[in-house]
């Protein structure tokens, strides 16, 4: 058994406060989530924190972002 493979299968699983419904039923991933992911998926989502956004493969977290 790979514990490697363990500990990151934990660290995907998705939180309550990663995500929300928005009114047609959608699920929409929070700023949150995306920071905590680490890597922008290119799929134009609502609350993309990477500069520029909606861009797979970028890590670049926004200037306004960043603590």
């Known amino acids: 058994m790979d514990l490697n493979n363990n500990k990151r299968e934990k ?30 998926c290119g799929s134009g989502c609502r609350h993309c924190p990477f500069d520029p956004t909606h861009t797979k493969g970028n890590r670049n977290i926004h200037t306004s972002i960043k603590k």
């Open 11 to 40: 660290s995907n699983k998705l939180l309550p406060s990663d995500f929300y419904y928005d009114k047609f039923g959608n699920m929409v991933f929070t700023e949150e989530y995306h920071i905590r992911r680490g890597v922008c």
